[in-house]
C-alpha cells in the first residue's frame, strides 16, 4: 500500500515536471503555430547552464537556475525574432527551422560539455517521511517550484494584458493583428516565453534525475506526446495530460518494467490523434 | 535531338532520366577505383536514396513523412527473420518481400493516418516512428530484442552468393534503380493527381478526384521504397538491430530531400549524396556532423526553399530566359488585319517541371 501511494507522489511530481514542459510546448503552438521540434534542446540547455554556473561560476543552485531561464529565454527571443519570423506562416518550414535549431544546439551542447553526463546533484538532499510514506526532499522542492510556476503562467495567461494579446494571437491571428495587436513584438516574446519554461524545467529536474546530452529526444517525444494526448494550443489540457502521463509513467515502471508503459501511452496516443486529433481539450484542428 | 527523342524525354522527365543515368554510371565505380572507402561511401549513399525517394514520394503529396525509419525497419527485419529463420536468401525473393510487407502494412495505417494532414501527420508519423522502435524492442522473440538479429546470410542471387563488397555495392546500386524505376513510373503517372492533391485537395475532391485512393497509393509505394532502402541496410551490415531505425533518423531522409531539393526525382539524390558524404568526412569529429546538417536545413529553408537542384534549375531557367529571342505566338491579336500575313511562328516557349 505505501509503494503504491508512494509511487502515486513519484507520479505527481512526474506530472508536474512535465506539466511544466508540456506548458510551453502548447503555447508556442497556440499561438504561433509551430511545432517546436527543439523543446528538448532547450531543456537540455537549461540543464547545462545551471550545471556550468554551479560549477564554473561558483554560482549557488538558485541563482543558477535563474541564469539557466534568462539563457534559455533569451536565445528563444533571438531565434524566434532573426530566423523564425521570416517563415512564420509556413508550417512546414518552421518545423524544418527548429528542426535546425534542435541539431545545432545539440552538437554545441555535445561539443562543449563532451557526451559524458557530469556530476550535477541537487543542493538539497534527504527525504521527507510521514510515517510510512515517502517522498524524496528534492522532489518536493521541484514540485512546489513547478505548482508556483504553472501558477504563475496561468495568471500571466489569464490574468493580463499581455496574456490576453497571446490568446488573441492563438485564436485568430489576423483579426487579433487588426485590432493593433503586433504578432512582430509578441511572437518573440510567446517563444521566448516557452524555451524559458522549458530551461526552468531543465535546470530543475536534471540535477534530480541525469544530465546528459542525449535527453533530448525523450524529452521531446514525451512532450509531444503529452501536448497531443490534451490538446494542441490546450494550456488545461496539457497540464491534465501531463498528470496522466507522468502517472502511468511512474506506475508502469514501478510494477510493469522495461518500456511496455511507454508503448501502451504511444499506442493510445496514436489512436487518440486519429479518432479526436484535437486532443483531450483542443481547440478546433486546421488542417487535419 | 530528334522529335521522338525529345518527347520521349519531356514524358518521362529529364530529371528522371538524369536520375537513372547516374544510377546506372555507379556500375563503372568499382573500374574507376578499388578503394574500400569509396565503395563503402557509395553504398552507403545508395542506401540512403531509396530511403529519401520515400520522403520525396510522399512530399509530392505536400505531406511531411517522418515515418521512413519504421518502414525501413519492417523491410528490413523481414528480410532479416525469413533470412535467418527459414534459410531464403535470394534476393529477388528478399527484394520483394521488402517492398510487399511495409506496403501492406501501410495500408491500414494510411487508412487511419492519411486523414490528417500538415502539423497532424508529422507529429502520427513520428509517433510511427517511436512506437516502432519500442516494439522492436520488447518483442525479443521475433526481432531479438535489444540484440537485434545478427548474423543473417548472405543474399545469393541465381545461387551465387553476393558476399564482397564490390557484390554488396552492386546489389544497392541495383536496389536504387529499382526504387528511381517505381518512384519515376508512379510520380510521371500520377503527376497530376499529386499535383491536384498537393495544390488544393478540397478542390480536387470537388472536380472528381478520389483523393484517398492516391494517397493510399502514395503512402503505400514509399513504405515500399522504406522497405527497400532497409533490406539494402540490413544487406550490407548483415544485422538488424534497433538503433538503426531511431525515429530521430526519419530527420536525415528528410534532410537528404530538402537540401537537394523536393521538386525533382533528381534532388533526393543529390541530397543523399552531399550530405552522406558529409557526414563521412566528419568521421573523425562525428559529434559535429548533426550541426552541420542542422545548419545547412537553416540555410535551405530560409535561403534556397526549393533545395540545391530546385534552385539550379530556376537559375537555368531564368539564364535561359534572358538569352532567348522572345517570339510572338500567332494568338497575339493583330494591331490591323494587314499585320495579320506577317505573323512569325510558335515560339518554343514550354516550361518543362
Known amino acids: ?288 | 535531338m530528334t522529335d521522338r527523342f525529345r518527347s520521349f524525354v519531356r514524358f518521362c522527365g529529364a530529371a528522371e532520366l538524369t536520375s537513372i543515368g547516374i544510377l546506372v554510371l555507379a556500375f563503372g565505380i568499382p573500374l574507376l577505383s578499388s578503394s574500400p572507402f569509396l565503395v563503402s561511401l557509395v553504398t552507403q549513399i545508395l542506401i540512403a536514396i531509396p530511403a529519401a525517394f520515400s520522403v520525396y514520394v510522399m512530399l509530392r503529396m505536400d505531406l511531411m513523412t517522418f515515418a521512413v525509419p519504421a518502414f525501413m525497419a519492417m523491410g528490413a527485419y523481414s528480410a532479416a527473420i525469413v533470412g535467418l529463420r527459414a534459410g531464403i536468401t535470394d534476393t529477388i525473393v528478399l527484394t520483394a518481400l521488402s517492398f510487399a510487407v511495409p506496403a501492406l502494412v501501410a495500408l491500414p495505417l494510411g487508412a487511419l493516418v492519411l486523414r490528417l494532414r500538415g502539423v497532424y501527420f508529422v507529429l502520427v508519423t513520428f509517433l510511427l516512428s517511436q512506437i516502432t522502435q519500442l516494439l522492436l524492442f520488447e518483442t525479443p522473440k521475433l526481432t531479438g530484442g535489444s540484440n537485434g538479429l545478427a548474423g543473417m546470410p548472405a543474399t545469393t542471387l541465381f545461387g551465387v552468393a553476393l558476399e564482397d563488397n564490390r557484390a554488396v555495392l552492386f546489389l544497392a546500386i541495383a536496389l536504387a534503380l529499382l526504387a528511381a524505376a517505381i518512384t519515376m513510373v508512379l510520380t510521371r503517372y500520377y503527376r497530376q493527381h499529386f499535383a491536384a492533391i498537393k495544390e488544393n485537395q478540397i478542390l480536387a475532391e470537388s472536380l472528381g478526384l478520389v483523393v484517398w485512393h492516391y494517397k493510399m497509393l502514395g503512402f503505400a509505394v514509399a513504405a515500399g521504397l522504406a522497405g527497400i532502402a532497409g533490406f539494402s541496410l540490413v544487406n550490407m551490415l548483415l544485422t538488424a538491430h534497433p538503433s538503426s531505425f531511431s525515429a530521430m533518423s526519419s530527420v536525415d531522409y528528410i534532410a537528404y530531400t530538402i537540401v537537394g531539393g523536393a521538386g525533382s526525382m533528381f534532388g533526393p539524390i543529390v541530397g543523399s549524396a552531399l550530405l552522406v558524404t558529409a557526414n563521412n568526412m566528419f568521421s573523425n569529429r562525428g559529434e559535429y556532423s548533426p550541426g552541420f546538417f542542422g545548419l545547412l536545413i537553416i540555410i535551405v529553408v530560409l535561403a534556397m526553399k526549393d533545395g540545391i537542384v530546385g534552385t539550379a534549375i530556376k537559375l537555368a531557367q531564368r539564364y535561359r530566359g534572358r538569352s532567348r529571342r522572345i517570339v510572338l505566338t500567332p494568338t497575339q491579336i493583330p494591331l490591323q488585319p494587314a499585320a495579320a500575313a506577317e505573323q512569325t511562328p510558335v515560339a518554343d516557349q514550354t516550361v518543362e517541371r
Open chain 1, 1 to 288: 500500500m505505501e509503494s503504491f501511494v508512494s509511487t502515486g507522489l513519484i507520479g505527481v511530481s512526474l506530472g508536474v515536471q512535465y506539466a511544466l514542459l508540456a506548458l510551453g510546448f502548447t503555447l508556442i503552438f497556440g499561438i504561433l503555430g509551430v511545432v517546436n521540434f527543439s523543446h528538448g534542446g532547450f531543456y537540455v540547455l537549461g540543464g547545462y547552464v545551471a550545471y556550468a554556473s554551479v560549477h564554473y561560476l561558483g554560482a549557488p543552485y538558485p541563482l543558477a537556475v535563474v541564469l539557466a531561464v534568462l539563457a534559455s529565454g533569451i536565445l528563444g527571443y533571438l531565434f524566434e525574432l532573426f530566423l523564425l519570423e521570416r517563415v512564420v506562416e509556413d508550417h512546414l518550414s518552421t518545423l524544418m527551422l527548429t528542426l535546425g535549431l534542435f541539431l545545432v544546439m545539440s552538437t554545441g551542447i555535445l561539443v562543449t560539455f563532451g557526451p559524458e553526463s557530469p556530476q550535477f546533484t541537487f543542493p538539497v538532499t534527504g527525504t521527507w517521511r510521514y510515517g510510512n510514506y515517502y517522498l524524496p526532499k528534492e522532489n518536493l522542492i521541484v514540485l512546489s517550484v513547478c505548482v508556483v510556476t504553472i501558477g504563475a503562467v496561468y495568471l500571466l495567461m489569464y490574468k493580463t494584458d499581455f496574456g490576453r494579446a497571446l490568446r488573441a494571437l492563438a485564436d485568430d491571428r489576423r483579426v487579433a493583428a487588426a485590432q493593433g495587436i503586433r504578432p512582430r513584438l509578441l511572437f518573440p516574446l510567446a517563444f521566448a516565453l516557452a524555451t524559458a519554461l522549458a530551461g526552468l524545467t531543465g535546470a530543475l529536474v536534471t540535477p534530480i534525475l541525469c544530465l546528459a546530452p542525449h535527453l533530448a529526444d525523450p524529452v521531446l517525444a514525451t512532450s509531444f506526446l503529452i501536448v497531443i494526448l490534451g490538446g494542441l494550443g490546450s494550456v488545461g489540457g496539457a497540464t491534465l495530460a501531463a498528470f496522466i502521463v507522468g502517472m502511468v509513467e511512474a506506475y508502469s515502471s514501478v510494477y510493469l518494467g522495461g518500456s511496455k508503459g511507454a508503448l501502451a501511452l504511444f499506442v493510445f496516443v496514436l489512436i487518440m490523434l486519429v479518432i479526436r486529433p484535437s486532443g483531450l481539450f483542443g481547440q478546433e484542428v486546421h488542417g487535419a
